[in-house]
Each structure stands twice: as C-alpha cells, then as structure tokens.
C-alpha cells in the first residue's frame, strides 16, 4: 500500500486535450472578475516578459536554485494552454501539475492558489482562455542537477503542500475574511512577504514576517514591520493602489509591478486586503521623526551632490511633502538590500503615469561608494543599528541584477 501511496504521489495521468473554446463560451460577468482576479494574483506580472506580449511567458524569475522561466499562459493551443481543459487548469492551480501530468516548481505559488475557490478558479480561466493567443515559447530553466529533474517535486509537495479550501475565522466579520482569503489565497502576499527554509518552502511560524522577492527585501507585513509610522488601512489601501503613501514612500522593485496591477482591481477588494494586512502590524504611535548626524564626512558630501537635491530636508520635493527618508521601510529596515537596489537602479520612470522616479547612480558610484552612501543613510535617516558587511552586500547586488 504504501508503494501504491508513493507511486500515486509521483505520477499524475495527462488530461486529455481539448479544443480551445470560442470565447462566446465564458459569461462576460465571469471574464470580468477574472480579470480582477488575476490582477490580486499578478499574474502579468510574473507572466511577461520585459517588452513581451501579455501573459506570453518567458521571464526569468530568479530564486535561490537557479532561474525558473515563467510558462505562457495565453490560449495559444501549442505554447500556451488554449487546448487544456477547465479540469486541467484548476488541477494546476491546486495542485502544482499541468496538463500533461508534469510537476510545476512551486515559483508558481499553488500552496497558495490551492486554497483558492472554485469560482474564482473558473473565472481566472474564462479570463486566461479569452486573452490573444501567442506562440511563444519560454527558455529552458536554468537549474542544475538534481534540481532539474521535477520528480523531486512530488517529496516537496508530500512535505510543503496543503491543499484544502481556504476557511473563514468566525471570530471575524464578512470584510476581514474576505482581506484574509485574498491575501492567503489569490494575492499569495507570503510567497514573497516570509522567509523561506532551506528548501524554499515558506515557514509558517513567520508568516508574513518578511521575505525575499528577487533579490529585495519584502518587508514584514505584522509585528515585525520596520516601517518607522504604522500602517493604517487608509495608508495600505493607497499604496497598494497607487504605488505610493505620503508616510512610507513609494514602492520600488517587483511591488511597483505588483502596485500597478492593483490598480484595476475593485476599492472593496483593495479596502478588505488592507484591512486584513493592517490588522497585524503594529498599532504603537509613530516616534517622532528625527535624525542623527554621521561622522563620514565624504559620506555627507557624496549624499549632498547625488541626493540632496531632491532629499535634503530643505529640497523642493521634501518641502511639497514628499516623506523624508527617516520614514521609508527600506531604510529602517533589518537588512540593506532594497537602499542597495535602489541606489544602483533606481525607481525606473513610467511612461503615462503620475509616479515616482528616481535615477540609478549604478554606473556613476563605484561599489565602496554605494556601501558608504547606504551607511550613510542608515546612520543619518534611522536610529536602527548600522548595517554590517555593506561592501560584500553591494557586490552580490551588482551580481544579481535586481533591477525591476
């Protein structure tokens, strides 16, 4: 029996192909909030390439065991999944295989989307299934031996994997729940927002407690977070709407992606995640914002020419009430990854969008500068303790290229 338990768990049965349905087939109502669905599980996001075609696959998503490039998810019946069935999409979702019975690497968040609705499933499909078709197909993964080889993922799945419906907690009300469940479930905010062991499975006594995502920090998102002024519901719901909150800063990295697909999505979806995200962070008073001067004079200098002009608290930006860095999460944060990143690359500018910018110094500092300037910042913007090994962080930030 247990040979028969084992075998059951490694080998999943093909399900048999169908023709793509005309899109007539799917209600508008329902492609409709598979839209909006979509946009809380980012699905463009991860599912196009830098200049691609919209869900036509092919980006690189880098993790600590190689890059695993995301798969085309249009109707497209050779490269995408225009001939899998209903079936066969919602046994992706829940349980990490496609259609012909391989394993799915676990980039694709299903311990997430497993606990996802049947409705809801169904509608991201009717969206997927009516988007344009594209030929396309993503590079191999790179991975290395035995990493490769996706058998291993069936012992991943009998170890990490959970599948079951997600469940209400009744000592909540209706709004609460429904934050819950789009956070768990659709939006798989953990995948990027807790930390991960050694075999990349989230650690659910950290849920939420911060994360990678990469290359950046993702912050804590309860009694951890590192953000100077507390997050309100008010506060959550328009950054993640805009990409911006005038107390914390402006997103930067994967979540400007992330923040602009949340952008589609109904205000009651977007109140309830709030909601639900604010209720654990911590509800203490903010302290008032001070700095503390750094000895580094060259430090000083560097930050007065290449940051002073839009940061110093007599800048014009400052003074038309852009927060002060002393506010921002990634300076207060535990590590220095996302000051790093976004000194090297900077906020990229959005074309056709009232968003924050801001230029990459990467080829104008070398790496003992940015090490400095981050120090720099830390010492002067937080009264967190000063961050350790900056110059080795540095390095491993211009090898991964986190620019996004």
């Not at 993503?138 to 991975?143: A, G």
Request: hydrophobic share 40%.
């Amino acid at each position: 029996m247990l040979i028969v338990a084992g075998w059951a768990t490694v080998w999943h049965p093909a399900i048999s192909r169908i023709a793509r349905p005309d899109d007539s087939a799917f209600q508008p109502d329902r492609i409709a909030r598979g839209a909006e669905l979509a946009a809380i599980g980012d699905c463009a996001v991860c599912h196009t390439a830098d200049g691609g075609r919209p869900y036509a696959g092919g980006r690189g998503i880098p993790t600590p065991f190689g890059t695993v490039y995301a798969t085309n998810i249009t109707p497209d019946p050779r490269t995408g999944i225009g001939t899998w069935s209903e079936a066969a999409f919602r046994r992706a979702m829940r349980d990490g295989i496609d259609r012909a019975g391989r394993h799915l690497y676990p980039v694709l968040p299903y311990p997430h989307f497993t606990r996802a609705s049947d409705a809801d499933i169904a509608a991201m499909y009717a969206f997927l299934m009516t988007r344009a078709p594209v030929r396309q197909t993503p590079p191999r993964n790179r991975l290395p031996f035995p990493l490769n080889n996706r058998i291993l993922l069936a012992g991943w799945n009998l170890l990490y994997l959970r599948p079951g419906p997600w469940q209400p907690d009744p000592a909540h009300d209706a709004d609460w729940n429904r934050g819950a469940y789009l956070v768990e479930a659709i939006g798989h905010c953990g995948a990027c927002h807790t930390p991960h062991n050694a075999l990349g499975a989230e650690r659910g006594a950290l849920a939420l407690g911060g994360g990678e995502a990469e290359h950046w920090y993702a912050p804590a998102l309860q009694a951890a977070s590192p953000a100077r002024d507390p997050w309100t519901r008010d506060a959550l719901a328009t950054y993640l709407r805009t990409g911006f909150q005038a107390q914390h800063g402006a997103a930067a990295g994967p979540m400007t992606a992330v923040t602009e697909e949340l952008a589609q999505v109904p205000e009651a979806d977007i109140r309830a995640i709030a909601r639900y995200i604010a209720f654990f962070m911590p509800k203490a008073a903010p302290e008032p914002p001070h700095t503390r001067t750094s000895g580094d004079q060259p430090a000083a200098a560097m930050f007065a020419g290449a940051c002073g002009g839009c940061h110093a608290a007599d800048a014009p930006m400052t003074r038309s009430g852009a927060p002060p860095l002393s506010f921002g999460t990634a300076v207060n944060a535990p590590t220095p990854q996302d000051v790093i990143e976004i000194i090297l690359h900077g906020i990229p500018w959005r074309e056709g969008k009232a968003a924050p910018y801001m230029p990459a110094f990467g080829d104008a500092l070398t790496d003992a500068q940015v090490a400095d300037l981050a120090g720099y910042v830390r010492a002067h913007d937080s009264d967190k303790p000063p961050w350790t090994d900056l110059p080795a962080a540095v390095a491993r930030a211009r090898q991964g290229g986190g620019a996004s």
